[in-house]
């Protein structure tokens, strides 16, 4: 007998029950309507859909309570409050969005604050907001009430002197578009038009503009060093080191002597090197290996000693807590730690006696690890290799050491292998790297790509962090074959895929042909590898990369182990880096404290300790970024009017970017500059479409650009369609560009005619007014 059709009516009746029940069996809760879809057991996004508009409708017949944040309940909500505390997330309108604190737990909304109601909180601000009764189908809005804690003092911005009235103006998302107001008296010495960072001393309630003082004169805006320390004070990241602490550093002594040596397992008569940058001088790890009797491989993975040498307290360990992360700007590295300690003292130099911490492992000639210890050693590096050196002896078979290194890349390719068959994820991204001249302007670009000599390191890297990982998280210290909870540690972790962003992600590159669901017996991160392998080489290849990397969580320090999907393990951990990262420090002194018989540690103080690592990992990395979009604009200030081939890197309601494809710069085309039709953002196909002629510009198209302009104040080029006709934009910036190079002349000129000793053409015209009247006749 065939089954009978549940009719939409049947249907909606029978979800509308279960609802009720849901909330009737949680009297006193309320819950979003995600929440709810997961308590009635559906899954899919269509069922959520239908969830929500059922909620809305069973609110609007009084039947349930929407509450805030968009949640809803049946009964009391044992006096939820309209106020909540979240962090601001400022945008570049002025308006901004609230980040509450229970989205940690509950997946609240973000809550929709205009400008005018923000009242005078600031981007990563901690506010009290008062969220207003919810409209259907809309953002939830409120109102900022109280300004819990401000995220920053420091503001940096370029100063703007108009008769004799002067602003600190800065990015609105610094400061909401809120010019920082300064008095004469706090202008410190700041000049117009220069880069100046400044704190504001008191906002009046009824002033739209906060009162400030500059605290510190960056220099002349456009000058490579005034501008990488603005990009650093942006960012709330220092720019030098305290003397007082580079000068406590420099007293610290090697400490290698034949007592400490005595503690330690001594590994200076193992074949040692290291492979790094060609310009790197922090060395924190070295590799080690030996054939053993058994006919097995000993392989040390052995990372220099930092906290040897940096106690807890201290005012250098102070510094790098603060700092958490060593910054990496396009042209300069600055450094967690003192370059006492990080180029030299704990830097792995060749032929030099280092103390180190070591992971080794035995392995057989397939890479399976047989055993492994963990150990404070010495080491002495035998060679200093370059990653162009190591790759070079892999390619060809020859140079030093060749049996050592080409060893261990056999064995680092089967590590490779067997992590990638056990699910994690390949993501290899080109990085783009400057040519820089001695005044720091770039003169070319190049790309940093990943080899066998980078994979090899990798690999044992990877190996070392897991094993610590897994030593203390799956308790192994643990000798009385009795349960317990393991101690307190710091873990690496990387959360599982956002499932509503995979599923737009599958949606999208369905369109290319591609499969992206899981299919049968397969999880998302194979699938995600099938995709990644079947798009290399392919003009998408980039743009699928880039999309797949959006759907993945972002990896954190926490002390709550949920293991790392990208890489696939059940532990993890960054022990190998401790000269730059703060956590491999941490994780140091935490796994030697338990070897030692330590007890466990306070988890709240070092998951806090977390939080401010990951934290200041963000602002380093977005620092990074900024620092290269600055160079990507200068590189083409001189190009302007020029064609290039691109990408379209992505489509928004405000217009279209693209990245060119010879040097990666990506640039916005703005929907005003599309003048050959009236266009609209069509979300739903990841394209900019043209209401008339049908003209689309789509996701990962291809497209030929026309650069307009090129602004270095605020990082932003500008693209035209290479077939477009010249904008106005393009008029005023030619008319710019024309009058610059006037001036430069006039000013060449100038200087020209002062070194031959010819007076300026100022003080002829005033000599021929004396002698000839104003008239230009001759005086009598």
Sequence with gaps: MAKRKTDPEEKKQKLTSQIMKALTDNIGKAFNYKQVTELIGLKSKKDREAVQDTLFELAANKLITEGNAGKFSVGSTNGESSHQEGIVDMTRSGAAYIILDSKKDNDDPDIFVSQNNLHTALHGDRVKVLIYARKRGRQPEGEVVEVLERKRERFVGTVQIVRDIAFLVCDPK??????????????????????????????PAKSKNPIGEIVEVLGNAGENQTEMHAILAEYDLPYGYPEDVALLAEK??????PSEIAKRLDMRDVVTFTIDPTDAKDFDDALSIRRLPNKNWEVGVHIADVTHYVTPGTPIDEEGYKRATSVYLVDRVVPMLPERLSNFLCSLRQDEEKLTCSVIFEMDDEANIKSSRIARTVIKSNRRFTYDEAQAIIETGEGDFKEEVLQLDSLAKKLRKRRFDEGAISFERVEVRFNIDEQGKPTGVYFKESKDANHLVEEFMLAANRKVAQFIGADELNTTGRKRTPKTFVYRVHDVPNEEKYSKFAQFVARFGYEANPQKGEEINNAVNRILAQVKGKGEQELVETLAIRTMAKAKYTTHNIGHYGLAFDYYTHFTSPIRRYPDMMVHRLLFSY????????????????????????????????SIKYKQVEFLM???????????????????????????????????????????????????????????????????????????????????????????????????????????????????????????????????????????????
């Design 174 to 203: 610094q400061t909401g578009g809120h010019d920082i107001y300064i008095p004469s008296d706090g202008l410190c010495g700041a000049k117009d038009g220069q880069k100046a960072v400044a704190k504001i001393t008191s906002w």
């Design 252 to 257: 610290i002594e090697p400490g290698i002597t």
């Design 595 to 626: 070897l030692d018989g330590g007890r466990s540690a306070n988890v709240e103080k070092y998951e806090e300790m977390c939080e401010h690592c990951s934290d200041q990992e963000i602002m380093a990395a977005e620092a990074e970024r900024s």
């Design 638 to 780: 001189d190009k302007i009017g020029e064609e290039f081939d691109a990408t379209i890197s992505g489509v928004t309601e405000w217009g279209v970017y693209a990245e060119i494809i010879e040097n990666k710069c990506e640039g916005m085309i703005s929907m005003r500059d599309l003048t050959d039709d009236s266009y609209y953002f069509d979300e739903d196909n990841y394209c900019v479409r043209g209401q008339n002629t049908g003209r689309k510009f789509q996701l990962g198209d291809p497209i030929r650009i026309r650069i307009a302009a090129a602004n270095l104040e605020k990082k932003q080029l500008d693209y035209v369609p290479a077939d477009m006709p010249v904008t106005d934009r393009e008029r005023q910036t030619a008319r710019s560009k024309e009058n610059k190079i006037a001036r430069a002349a006039e000013e060449v000129s100038r200087r020209k005619q002062k070194a031959n000793g010819i007076p300026p053409k100022k003080v002829l015209k005033n000599a021929a007014k004396k002698k000839h009247g104003k008239n230009g006749k001759k005086r009598r």
